[in-house]
């Protein structure tokens, strides 16, 4: 005959013993005197009870709190030894009730009744306390709550990260070119094809990204962010793809998902495409091909449903051709391609850009009705922004940092945009607007020096093709410090 209790822990088979949901031993293995004693030193109160209710047993330590004796409690019904026992209940119904809230001398417990089973017929019920009391909950609520606030801080990060911030609403713009490109991006969003997305930096990359996701099937599933130019080469591939337990020296205990394990389903963002080492190329273009990942240190494959999205400022023709990225790599994601204008070629649109960056700086600093004086756009007009929107931004945020009234003017903006001449298009003959001023007051030794940082780091990311890393190495400053500058001067 075969005895079976039917709960949240699924069938327990008469030869073993469970306590707590845990298998613990084999019956066959443990002398039988031991059982009475296992049972009355566990953690959890037991009874069990027949089809009409009797009680068949209960352990030691529930008749210490019920103030009565195992013999005493033996063969009575369990709604006069129990307090508001549903134990009679379960023998009917056949339902398991977990986690009750159960009233035993004043006290609130959390009991968990089982049905059980014999050869498919119910014969009785099993029933437990978790919590003997409100004290023993709390300690409990107290060791488990800051795990639980913990998770659910991490847990709403990563949903805050991983959703898209903006639509095509938020693309401004009526330039031709720009246009063209926004509703190439708003045709294909639906589509599962890897999109890439071509301009300089600043120009709004990320932007469509989010657009397109948020436009896309996939919406409802995380849009995963990665900027292959910022991370160390030798992290990229378990960030991308992931590492198991032990895998090296300080992986995580469990391992890690990596960034495609996130995005299932979803998308994945892969911005700076183009800074990406050869030997991750290769790797990569396996998850493209196959759809499927291993990671770090792993020996199964992992199946993935990931679109992908990548952009660079770089020219990744020139590159193929140099052979400085994969040829097959290129083709598998230049299956789209959206190229987004530069803010010089759009200048059209450089007003209405402005008004939207102005409302953005008004709810960040509580800076109610900003404007820009004519002199003011202008100028702005005259200038060839190679930080594109990044650095239209940045100028605006300094003006709204050292402004009095609710009117930007000329003396707000930075120097080098102070004296401009008929739309200067070097960075080195925009340089003059160091020497003297409109009031010809002199310069601050602060600014002449900014502008001579800003310069040189312009030529130097010139001279590596855009490669930051080789950059800083030139001007022999730290990559900490060269990304710091180049934030703060609006280069990317």
């Given at each position: 005959?075969?005895?079976?209790?039917?709960?949240?822990?699924?069938?327990?088979?008469?030869?073993?013993?469970?306590?707590?949901?845990?298998?613990?031993?084999?019956?066959?293995?443990?002398?039988?005197?031991?059982?009475?004693?296992?049972?009355n030193v566990?953690?959890?109160?037991?009874?069990?009870?027949?089809?009409?209710?009797?009680?068949?047993y209960?352990?030691?330590?529930?008749?210490?709190?019920?103030?009565?004796?195992?013999?005493q409690?033996?063969?009575?019904?369990?709604?006069?030894?129990?307090?508001?026992?549903?134990?009679?209940?379960v023998?009917?119904?056949?339902?398991?009730?977990?986690?009750?809230?159960?009233?035993?001398?004043?006290?609130?417990?959390?009991?968990?009744?089982?049905?059980?089973?014999?050869?498919?017929?119910?014969?009785?019920?099993?029933?437990?306390?978790?919590?003997?009391?409100?004290?023993?909950?709390?300690?409990?609520?107290?060791?488990?709550?800051?795990?639980?606030?913990?998770?659910?801080?991490?847990?709403?990060?990563?949903?805050?990260?991983?959703?898209?911030?903006?639509?095509?609403?938020?693309?401004?713009?009526?330039n031709?070119?720009?246009?063209?490109?926004?509703?190439?991006?708003?045709?294909?969003?639906?589509s599962?094809?890897a999109?890439?997305?071509?301009?300089?930096?600043?120009?709004?990359?990320?932007?469509?990204?989010?657009?397109?996701?948020?436009?896309?099937?996939?919406?409802?599933?995380?849009?995963?962010?990665?900027?292959?130019?910022?991370?160390?080469?030798?992290?990229?591939?378990?960030?991308?793809?992931?590492?198991?337990?032990?895998?090296?020296?300080?992986?995580?205990?469990?391992?890690?998902?990596?960034?495609?394990?996130?995005?299932?389903?979803?998308?994945?963002?892969?911005?700076?495409?183009?800074?990406?080492?050869?030997?991750?190329?290769?790797?990569?273009?396996?998850?493209?091909?196959?759809?499927?990942?291993?990671?770090?240190?792993?020996?199964?494959?992992?199946?993935?449903?990931?679109?992908?999205?990548?952009?660079?400022?770089?020219?990744?023709?020139?590159?193929?051709?140099?052979?400085?990225?994969?040829?097959?790599?290129?083709?598998?994601?230049?299956?789209?391609?959206?190229?987004?204008?530069?803010?010089r070629?759009?200048?059209?649109?450089?007003?209405?850009?402005?008004?939207?960056?102005?409302?953005?700086?008004?709810?960040?600093?509580h800076?109610?009705?900003?404007?820009?004086?004519?002199?003011?756009?202008q100028?702005?007009?005259?200038?060839?922004w190679?930080?594109?929107?990044?650095?239209?931004?940045?100028?605006?945020?300094?003006?709204?940092?050292?402004?009095?009234?609710?009117?930007?003017?000329?003396?707000?903006?930075?120097?080098?945009?102070?004296?401009?001449?008929?739309?200067?298009?070097?960075i080195?003959?925009?340089?003059?607007?160091l020497?003297?001023?409109?009031?010809d007051?002199?310069?601050?030794?602060?600014?002449?020096?900014?502008?001579?940082?800003?310069?040189?780091?312009?030529?130097?990311?010139?001279?590596?093709?855009?490669?930051?890393?080789?950059?800083?190495?030139?001007?022999?400053?730290?990559?900490?410090?060269?990304?710091?500058?180049?934030?703060?001067?609006?280069?990317?």
């Amino acid at each position: 005959m075969k005895t079976i209790v039917q709960g949240e822990f699924g069938i327990i088979d008469s030869r073993s013993v469970y306590i707590g949901g845990a298998m613990v031993a084999n019956k066959n293995r443990i002398p039988d005197k031991w059982f009475e004693e296992i049972l009355n030193v566990a953690t959890e109160w037991i009874v069990v009870v027949n089809v009409q209710g009797e009680i068949l047993y209960i352990n030691k330590a529930y008749c210490e709190f019920l103030h009565t004796t195992v013999e005493q409690a033996i063969g009575r019904s369990v709604q006069e030894v129990i307090e508001n026992s549903r134990m009679h209940i379960v023998t009917q119904t056949g339902q398991a009730e977990v986690a009750s809230i159960h009233f035993i001398k004043g006290n609130e417990m959390i009991a968990n009744r089982y049905p059980l089973y014999v050869d498919n017929e119910l014969v009785g019920a099993v029933g437990t306390v978790m919590f003997r009391n409100a004290k023993d909950w709390l300690a409990y609520s107290e060791k488990i709550q800051p795990l639980l606030e913990e998770l659910n801080y991490y847990k709403k990060k990563l949903e805050h990260e991983s959703e898209s911030k903006y639509s095509f609403q938020d693309l401004i713009g009526d330039n031709e070119r720009f246009l063209l490109a926004k509703q190439l991006a708003e045709r294909v969003a639906n589509s599962k094809s890897a999109v890439l997305l071509l301009g300089e930096s600043g120009t709004g990359k990320e932007l469509f990204a989010h657009a397109i996701h948020q436009a896309s099937s996939r919406c409802f599933f995380p849009l995963v962010r990665v900027n292959c130019a910022s991370i160390p080469q030798q992290l990229l591939e378990s960030e991308l793809f992931g590492y198991e337990e032990g895998a090296f020296t300080g992986a995580r205990r469990g391992g890690k998902k990596g960034k495609f394990e996130l995005a299932h389903r979803g998308t994945i963002f892969l911005d700076e495409v183009g800074d990406m080492p050869l030997q991750m190329q290769s790797k990569l273009l396996r998850v493209v091909q196959e759809k499927e990942l291993e990671r770090v240190g792993g020996q199964k494959t992992i199946d993935i449903d990931v679109r992908i999205i990548a952009a660079t400022h770089r020219n990744l023709e020139e590159m193929v051709e140099k052979g400085e990225f994969r040829k097959d790599l290129y083709y598998r994601l230049n299956v789209i391609k959206v190229d987004i204008p530069p803010l010089r070629d759009r200048k059209e649109d450089l007003p209405e850009i402005a008004y939207v960056l102005l409302k953005k700086l008004e709810r960040h600093f509580h800076r109610p009705n900003l404007k820009l004086s004519n002199e003011v756009l202008q100028q702005l007009q005259k200038h060839s922004w190679p930080g594109n929107i990044r650095e239209l931004e940045n100028v605006l945020e300094r003006a709204v940092n050292i402004l009095d009234g609710q009117t930007i003017l000329l003396s707000h903006l930075p120097l080098y945009l102070q004296d401009l001449e008929g739309g200067i298009q070097d960075i080195k003959k925009e340089s003059k607007g160091l020497v003297m001023t409109e009031k010809d007051e002199v310069p601050s030794l602060k600014d002449v020096v900014a502008q001579a940082e800003k310069e040189a780091i312009v030529k130097a990311l010139k001279s590596t093709n855009g490669n930051k890393q080789q950059a800083a190495k030139l001007l022999e400053i730290g990559k900490t410090s060269f990304y710091d500058k180049c934030k703060r001067y609006g280069i990317d």
